[in-house]
Structure formats: structure tokens, C-alpha cells
């Protein structure tokens, strides 16, 4: 007995899935692994279409931009440049030469999912869209990198629109997004499972089946494949489904058909 038979078992025998009790319990850990990344897989595609996005209109942004370079801590320009604010769908772009607006005001104009970049005349800002993901994961949602500090000396329009009309994602940063996603969804999916034992080892004891807790955990690890599938799918029709209920409810129902011919105790005399 192998995971890859009980994955077959778990799509086409259901009934065979109480085999699972007798699994090294590291493989069913590494099973839980491979159900997480097929739930990730939406997740990791909408990232991918967002950075996508991201890249698509910075190309735009590129290219209205007049001639400009950052020099003893200042945006220069050309003395008649104007300042102006242009909007995609993922980003809103501030170029203020003029020392007009500021941090604040770049915030203030980051709404709904857009970021908010700004090239101002003393520093460089970021504005993400107020969330508790941004603060959980970076501290804050805003950020300023002032050129006085020197990194961004040098930068000018010419090569900063080469690099934008070049630049691609290699395989490494795909890798970390989708491990990044991995994560989250591998810690959901273990509480889920936490939720399906207990409701399983209930059920278990109920029928007087000789299950431990650990029984039904490995039992129902293999019988959220199929729910775990359906929920990935249902994610890339529709991004904002939550897949909890779905996954513990069926994962559930398969483990009463995986069950169904387990050993049973003899009942208590009365």
C-alpha cells in the first residue's frame, strides 16, 4: 500500500480508504504536502497574473514619463516638466518634480487593490492599499526611500524604461511565490484536517469501530483528496470562494463510505 493507490482509491473506491490506517505516518505528511500545493495552484496563478499585470503597466507608466534623473539626492528634470498622476488598473503613478505632493497624498490615492508609487522630488514612495495582509507581512503599508541615502542615484528615464520593456520573471521568483503560498495554505489545510479527525474519530466511536485518533487522521487525510480537488477548481472559477466548509463536510461524508467495513467492537454488556 502506497499513497499513490489510496490517491486512485480516493477518487474511483472510496471504500478503500480505511486501508490508510496503516500508512507511515511521514508519508501522510508528505500527502498533506501534495494536497496543499494542488490548493495553492489558483492562488499561485492569480500572484503570477497580478505580478503580470504589475509588470504591464509599469511598461505604460515607462513610457509617459519625460527625460528626468535622481542627482545629489533630487528629481531633475527639465525646467518646464510638469507633475502628473496616471492610473492603470493596478497601479496609480505619481511624477512630481515640483515638490507638490507627499507621502500622505500618494497614500491617499492608493484605493482599492492599486499600489501607489511615487517618484516625488526627494524620495521614492510606496503606498500598498491599507489591509491587514500588508501590515501582518511588511509592518506597514507605506514606504520611502529618500535619494539623499544614495540608492537610487543615478537612476534616469532612459534606463529605467530599458528595464522595465525587459524584464522578465525568472524561475526562482515563481518558485518563492508559489512556496510563499504554500505555506498558508499548508497550515489551513492541517486545521482542517484537525476539524475532519475529530468529527471522524466521533463518528468512530459511535460505531464502536477499533479506531485510535491517529487511525482517523491518516483515514481522513486521503478523504479530503477528492473534496481538496474540487475546491482548487472551484477556486479558478471563483477567487473569492472559501473552501473550509466544502473540504471538512466532504472529506466527512467519505470517510463514513471509507468506514463502512471497518471491524467493530462488540458492545458494552448492559
Not at 508528505?30 to 503580470?52: E, R
Not at 492541517?190 to 485518533?213: D, E, Q
Amino acid at each position: 500500500m502506497n499513497s499513490f493507490i489510496l490517491f486512485k482509491q480516493s477518487l474511483f473506491q472510496l471504500t478503500h480508504l480505511h486501508q490508510a490506517k496503516k500508512m507511515p505516518f511521514w508519508k501522510v505528511i508528505l500527502y498533506v504536502v501534495f494536497l496543499s500545493a494542488i490548493l495553492a495552484l489558483p492562488i499561485t496563478k492569480q500572484l503570477f497574473s497580478i505580478m503580470q499585470d504589475i509588470k504591464s503597466d509599469g511598461q505604460k507608466i515607462a513610457s509617459k514619463l519625460p527625460d528626468f534623473t535622481i542627482t545629489d539626492g533630487k528629481l531633475k528634470t527639465a525646467s518646464k516638466t510638469e507633475g502628473f498622476i496616471y492610473q492603470t488598473n493596478s497601479i496609480i503613478f505619481t511624477f512630481d518634480p515640483e515638490g507638490k505632493r507627499s507621502l500622505n497624498d500618494v497614500t491617499a490615492d492608493s484605493v482599492g487593490t492599486a499600489v501607489g508609487l511615487g517618484l516625488l522630488q526627494d524620495e521614492f514612495v510606496v503606498a500598498f492599499p491599507k489591509s491587514g495582509a500588508a501590515d501582518s507581512l511588511l509592518g506597514a503599508n507605506q514606504f520611502e526611500i529618500p535619494y539623499s541615502k544614495g540608492t537610487l542615484d543615478g537612476l534616469n528615464s532612459k534606463d529605467l524604461k530599458e528595464s522595465l520593456d525587459g524584464a522578465s520573471f525568472p524561475f526562482w521568483i515563481k518558485l518563492i511565490v508559489f512556496v510563499f503560498t504554500l505555506y498558508p495554505t499548508f497550515l489551513n489545510l492541517i486545521f482542517n484536517l484537525l476539524m475532519i479527525t475529530i468529527g471522524a474519530n466521533l463518528y468512530s466511536k459511535i460505531r464502536l469501530y477499533k479506531l485510535r485518533f491517529l487511525d482517523c487522521l491518516k483515514i481522513s487525510t486521503y478523504c479530503a483528496t477528492l473534496p481538496v480537488i474540487a475546491s482548487s477548481i472551484l477556486h479558478f472559477i471563483n477567487r473569492s470562494f472559501d473552501d473550509s466548509f466544502l473540504i471538512v463536510f466532504v472529506s466527512l461524508v467519505v470517510f463514513f463510505f471509507a468506514t463502512r467495513n471497518e471491524t467493530r467492537q462488540e458492545p458494552p454488556l448492559a
